[in-house]
C-alpha cells in the first residue's frame, strides 16, 4: 500500500486523538515506533493490522473509523496527487475521471507491486457519477468516505447511495454519488 495511507492514518489518529494514542496503535499492531513515509511502500496486512489495533483500541467500529479515516485523507492525498487533477474540475469531475488521470499516472511510474483500486467510474449526468469500486482489499467505507471528503474539500453535498457492496459478495461496489436536488437543510 502507497505509504500515503498509514502516514494519513497517523496524522488521523494524532488529530482525532493523540501521539500517545498512535503508539499504541503501532504496539497493538506488532510495529512499534515504526514510520511512514509517503513515498514509500507498506504491505497491506500492516496497514489493515493498523486499522484494526484502531478500531479495538478506539472502540470504534472499523467501517465507521474507515469511513471518518477515507474523509480525512483526501487533504493529503489531493495535496499529493494534485499535480494530476484539473483546477477546473468539480469533486464530480475528479470523482470521474481519479483512474483515468490518477490511478493509470501512479500504476505507470511505480517500479513495485503498488496497486491502487481499480475504479470505473461513469457520468450520469451534470450532478452524478457512478464509481464502480474493486480490490481485494475490500476497503470500500474508506472509498466511500473519500468520496464525501472530495464532496467537503469542494464544497459540494453529495447522497451516496452504494448499490452493490463486495463485503455482502458482490464482485464489486457500485456508489452512485449525486447532488441533491435539493440543498441540505442546515442545522
Known sequence: ????????????????YDTETWRAIQEEAGVPGKLYVPVSEYTDEETL?????????????????L????RYAVGPLVETYGVHVDGEWTGLDLLANTETYIHRALRAKQLSEFTPPKLQSKRLGEDAVVVRYGSDRQ????????IDGVGEHYDEMYRVDHRTCQLEGDPHCDLVVRRPEEPFASD
Open 49 to 65: 493490522a493498523l486499522v484494526s489495533a484502531a478500531s479495538a483500541l478506539s472502540g470504534e467500529d472499523e467501517a465507521d473509523l
Open 1 to 16: 500500500m502507497h505509504g500515503i495511507v498509514p502516514k494519513s492514518l497517523k496524522d488521523f489518529v494524532v488529530d482525532r
Open 67 to 70: 469511513y471518518e479515516f477515507g
Open 139 to 146: 476497503l470500500c467505507m474508506l472509498a466511500e468516505g473519500i
